[in-house]
């Protein structure tokens, strides 16, 4: 195995030059979710081993062979979609659109390319399927689609490996954490209806802005309160919406966030404390309350099996384990994690530098240098499929 990481790293050092050109001319001409048909065909034909299969409507998978071609497969995912976001990078291959590859999205096709033509100069030993994922940043999520297509199933994958750039990870550090890795998410939106009027006569009315504002604040008690700290919840409140003039009070107002968690067995405790907080606050204030949840993703969970095979294979790159790193974002790579197949998320290091642009930022932009640390996480992660006992 030594000597497939050597024959396979450096057969991707020969394909990282169009690598870096094929990520600048992604990131130039980005697609949001759902939109995605130009970036994938753009992609499956710089990897060059035909058209593949039509995949959650925009995605493509695309079958490299191994060695055992009748053994189990490992699917490598990178992720197609870009956000809504205007970029503000100044670099001469930026997005003049309103769309923005702000995730580091154009980093992990270009790495999954460069690994994906390397592959099939050396004799890995168990099939790949290079996923080209729609949708990883809006719900339903594409990666879902991909489960309950079947296509997995269909090509015998049992692993899935994905590696994602982390600028709150050190430059060089690579984490490779066994267990859950990132919080689930569900999407709540809260409409408060009160009585408005003339805003010199707070008597007469039922506030709905009083009652939301207290509610923005007593939402955060659900976090500190309602969970074990140990494994702790976020409840961010993203959006406020009400009112049309200074001196009228109106007769609704609406919020919307997202409730994060690192246990499974904590979300159904947490979405009854979320509507008791809404109803309960609303009644304080006179007011009645509409609430809407939409589950988005579920706990992302590293097998820990794969997390320490990849970690044996991270140092024998020279690259700086990290073996804490969790974050309460979602990654609907969580949909790979469990059920019919197992899955590894890999984070790449950029830099937790003070001041550094976070993903999602209008000023986020990896170093090119990046396609080749995302590449030799996926090496990593296939290797350590390959060693690790199948399920």
């Known amino acids: ?56 409507k925009t995605g493509r998978a695309i079958p490299l062979p191994g060695a055992a071609a009748d053994g189990p497969a490992v ?6 979609d870009a956000l809504p976001v205007t970029e503000r990078t100044g670099v001469p291959w930026a997005s003049e659109t309103d769309l923005m590859h702000a995730c580091g999205h154009d980093v992990h096709l270009a790495a999954l390319v460069a690994v994906a033509r390397a592959a099939v100069r050396v004799e890995v030993p168990r099939p790949i399927l290079a996923l080209l994922q729609p949708r990883e940043e809006t719900s339903p999520s594409g990666a879902l689609d ?24 050190a430059d ?15 999407e709540f939106e809260v409409v408060l209806h009160g009585q408005g009027g003339h805003a010199g006569y707070p008597h007469m009315l039922r506030d709905p802005i009083l009652a939301l504002s207290q509610l923005v604040v ?19 409140v993203g959006r406020i919406q009400a009112g049309t003039a200074a001196n009228v009070v109106p007769n609704s107002a609406s919020a919307a966030g997202s409730l994060r968690l690192m246990r499974a067995e904590d979300r159904e405790r947490a979405l009854e404390a979320l509507a008791q907080i809404v109803h309960g606050t609303a009644a304080a204030h006179g007011c009645t309350a509409e609430l809407r949840i939409s589950p988005c993703e579920p ?31 979602a990654d609907d790579f969580a949909h790979y994690c469990g059920g019919e197949t197992r899955g590894l998320m890999l984070f790449v290091g950029l830099g937790d530098t003070a ?9 986020f932009l990896p170093g090119d240098d990046a396609v080749t640390r995302v590449a030799h996480a996926l090496v990593a992660g296939y290797l350590a499929a390959t060693e690790a006992e199948s399920r």
């Open 1 to 56: 195995m030594t000597d497939l990481w050597t024959r396979w790293t450096r057969a991707i050092d020969d394909e990282l030059p169009a690598a870096v050109a094929l990520r600048h001319a992604v990131h130039a001409d980005p697609r949001g979710s759902g939109d995605e048909e130009d970036t994938a065909r753009l992609v499956t034909a710089a990897i060059g081993a035909g058209d593949g299969i039509r995949v959650a």
């Open 75 to 80: 699917a490598l995912r990178a992720e197609l």
């Open 146 to 169: 991909v489960v309950e297509s079947g296509l997995l199933a269909e090509h015998r994958v049992d692993t899935v490996i994905g590696a994602h750039v982390q600028p709150r990870l």
């Open 172 to 186: 060089g550090a690579v984490s490779a954490v066994p267990g859950p890795v990132n919080a689930s998410t569900d």
């Open 218 to 236: 007593s939402l955060q008690q659900l976090a500190s309160r309602r969970i074990d700290p140990v494994f702790g919840a976020v409840c961010s």
């Open 299 to 329: 706990v992302l969970h590293n097998d820990p099996a794969l997390a320490a095979a990849a970690q044996r294979w991270l140092v024998h790159s020279g690259a700086r384990v990290d073996h804490e790193f969790r974050s309460f974002g």
């Open 355 to 363: 001041g550094a642009p976070s993903l999602h930022d209008e000023v």
